[in-house]
DNA sequence: TTGTATGCGTTATCAT
DNA sequence: ATGATAACGCATACAA
């Protein structure tokens, strides 16, 4: 060996040789210590491992053996490096994973991505709208084919695919603000007003409305509250709209003080859980006999020893919906600069169920 | 420009100026992008974009610019391939997402690695043992740093990191079984014996048991249970000890057998939620005042009207210490071939809390 | 059928 | 302070 510059392929590998190295050795063993391994080219073992045709039947088998011994498994981040493609990956940005809404929401998305081999790379935020746009930096920086986000925070300009490489983006749960992407949306607005449309057909006309501070999606159902009174031919008593209550114990609060007026409700319609629940604590100390019906399905609905009808929803559905959206767009940037399709914009149904409460103290 | 095979490196180059690349380019910009526009090499605007001190004060300015220009963001995956360094992802492998214990796992698995800049990399696995094999090949394919894995079915041998290229895995949940790895469990023999000895300590004698078919974690339980009685000098009626139970219907058929005994228990203890909740129902619908004690917390366990006490613990807490044994793993890889530490195992504690029923029909 | 040369986007290394 | 070159692990294009 003389001195001269690196000159041949072998020549200058400065990689020790794997073909025969200890299995304790702590880095991955690659494609070349495959081929050195069953006496072939780096190539050879590449296409053999791939399954490729133009490889010769004994060949394969010294490849594939050597693979085994070798523990091999292909480096697919390198791989997709070359291949210029997909990470196979998709990035989802959600406020808070121990709510069910958000959990199910990712169980959707996943099972929807595992069919096509792509891996969900979740991002929790807690809520706070500086670590998403964080987050969804970093997550384009690693590639993602897309990102599915569970946005919080009225300013939505992060999310732009424009500005983010054109990575395509599918917003959950809220409506796309001045950005160009797709959305799955829950029909806030039919069901509830199909909700309080059951109660004014149980003969109820005066029904009061609890939830929490209005972002939009809470203003949906309000309007759709609204609307199915209008439709009736209903005027809603103002004092019986009430929505500052974030927690349990403060709906229970409002609905007892709701509940002790002089010409109390018939019947509840409640924007969320934690208002459904305030309400049912407060009917049940009250000894009301008020109706209760509220978005938002939860556990142990059947539970509460009092009747209840509930806004459900397939949360899963809405995360499969997303993952679908977004990789039509993936496959729409993959294919290639032509026309992109018109916005889309899908809405999960909502259903109406009842949950009567278990017979007591059956005798 | 002659025909003379490659020479030089601007001559060689196949790739479109993207200096003056129009804005709906589909492909993202690289380095050399930026250094193009910035009118320096690819080299300078690494340095440049990374902080590194040796780049004249204008020069960084110039490519930090072009890369704005740009929206130029570095490819993560390219880079951690050529720095031979981690992917910076942690695969989470989880029976079922919509559980609340995995997705509270998740999420605390999630915040821990968030401080470190690691992102998670999550598959459902819906309890099949198989799907769980081809997850984990196809996370170490994608080179993860490490998985944790709540693992499914018996068999544990496919977790094996001697097996998984040295991928280092955490278990979660439950215990290693024949393999080398950490693991994070929950005290589950602890828990369940201090809530059975604060029942004996209220004078119960007669206890019933009543659980699902007995994986690792609820033998556990149940040898706690008997430990405590054991201890106390109380012999078990066996006819009270039922571990059959799936669901809340049938284990609120069997509680009310139990209860319909000549010699019924006067209290229960129950190996997870469903069972409670089985027996709440049963003794709500039999007016019986035994009292029920379980393992596992759930939402409204304050509003069922009966009075509970249950064995609690913290699950994102698990996740955390998951994470945090397996980062130890990954950094001692990283260091270098040298010694392992020995294995760990980290066990969550529990509490014992008591749900009192609000009040009712207070006048 | 198999191998060689080259490049994906980045950085380590050595030159200048 | 900046640039040229090679390499990370893999795959495309072309040669043999």
Redesign the interface.
Known sequence: MTNEPNVGTEARRPRQDRGTASP?D????TLRDVGARAGVSTMTASRALRGDASVAPDTRQRVLAAASDL?Y??????R??RT?GA???VG?VVP???N?FY??L??GV??AL?QR?T??????TGGDARREREVV??L????MDGIIVVPTGGDQSHLDP?????TPVVLAALPAHEIAVDCVLLDDFGGASEATASLIADGHRRIAFLGPPAVWTISERLRGFRSALNKAGIQPDERLIRWQQRDVASAARVAEQVLTLPDPPTAFFCANSRNT?GV??AV????SDAIVCGFDD???AD???ISLRLVTYRT?VMGERAASLLMDRVDE?RA??GERKPLRQSTIPTALTRYTP?????T
Chains 1, 2 share one sequence.
């Open positions: 304790s702590s880095s991955a063993p523990k498994r292909r480096n697919e981040l390198a997709n490096l210029g990470s196979g990956m989802l808070n994973l121990a069910p959990s199910e990712a169980l996943e099972t595992a081999g891996k969900v790379v979740l991002s929790n930096e970093d384009v920086a690693r590639r424009a500005r983010l490489q054109d629940l049912c604590r049940q100390r009250l000894g939860f556990e142990l539970m509460l020893g899963e940037v290639g600069a278990l017979a007591r103290r059956a």
